[in-house]
Each structure stands twice: as structure tokens, then as C-alpha cells.
């Protein structure tokens, strides 16, 4: 079963560890971004890959975890257009996005098809105790659903928190 994981910033990469500490063995991640020093308070970068692409330089560090993980890495921007080809050939699609019109552009795109999908909503702000679990359909939303990152500060605890529980889905997930 392949995960694919759209945008590999403070959930997408925390979720992709996660994914490689339980040995899953087939991942697609897709990015057009490069590290940045303020990522790494919150992401799975270090800081000699600051300037770095995200995808390769994630590549590297899920192989140090776990060498034997399928890496399939798109350096690509997801647009509307490309989003169901890039993850047509995926189980699962976790969303990692940090802006909520592409939170809704791929939860719309991939609604129609048979792709289960785990996204984050509300993971601003250091309130721990707000963070829950909502089933609509084919998708698992796991935050706070309030708390936005244009008026909250990111807790690099609560984004590690809603990445753990978004992994802990996509493992159970894969066992059924």
C-alpha cells in the first residue's frame, strides 16, 4: 500500500518519521519547497539541509531511520489540475498543506475517488487538550479545528501531537 503525503512541511514530514519508525515501506511524498531555518523548530530537517530541497532532504533522513523505505519523491507544486494524476496511484493521501483553500482543493479533487484521506485542521496555538479526531466520509481531520496559524503561533508540540495521532490513523488504517 502506498501513502502519498501532500506538502512535507511540519505535518508531512513529522507524519512521513512516524511512518518510517513503523517500517511502512512505500511512500510517495510530494513538495516544491526547500528547508528553511524557521522550519526547524517544528519539521524533520536539520540544519545542515537548510536551502535544501524538502523532498530529498526528507529522502535522507527516512532512510537513516528506516534504509529500507521506497521513497517515490515528486519536487512538484500541487495544483487542482495535477493533484489526482500525482496521487492516482496511492491508498491513502495525507495532507500537509498549510493553507486552507489547498486543505479544501484536495479533500474536493480526491472526494470522488476511492483514496482515504488524513488531513489536519486547527494545529496553531499551544492548547494540547482541544486536539481531536472528526470522520467525514473518506477522511480523518485531526486538530483543534480553530486554530489558525495566521492568528496563533505553531506550537512545535501540538504540530508533533496532530502529526502523531494523523500517523497513528494512517497505521490503522493500513491494517484493516
Avoid: W
Amino acid at each position: 500500500m502506498k501513502i502519498g503525503i501532500a506538502g512535507i512541511g511540519g505535518i508531512g514530514s513529522n507524519v512521513a518519521r512516524h511512518l518510517a519508525q513503523a517500517k511502512v515501506s512505500l511512500v510517495k511524498i510530494v513538495d516544491f519547497d526547500c528547508v528553511e531555518t524557521a522550519n526547524l523548530n517544528r519539521q524533520f530537517y536539520r540544519t545542515d539541509q537548510v536551502g535544501c530541497k524538502k523532498t530529498i532532504s526528507l529522502e535522507t533522513n527516512l532512510h537513516a531511520i528506516y534504509p529500507k523505505m521506497v521513497i517515490e519523491m515528486k519536487d512538484k507544486k500541487i495544483t487542482p489540475e495535477n493533484v489526482v494524476s500525482i496521487f492516482q496511484d496511492c491508498s491513502m493521501v495525507v495532507e500537509g498543506f498549510d493553507h486552507p483553500h489547498l486543505k479544501k482543493m484536495l479533500m474536493e479533487k480526491l472526494a470522488g475517488t476511492d483514496k482515504k484521506i488524513v488531513s489536519a485542521s486547527g494545529i496553531a496555538g499551544r492548547d494540547l487538550d482541544t486536539v481531536k479526531i472528526k470522520k467525514l466520509a473518506n477522511c480523518h481531520i485531526v486538530g483543534d479545528f480553530s486554530s489558525d496559524q495566521d492568528k496563533h503561533a505553531l506550537f512545535p508540540p501540538k504540530v508533533a501531537l496532530v502529526a502523531a495521532v494523523m500517523a497513528g490513523i494512517v497505521l490503522h488504517q493500513m491494517e484493516k
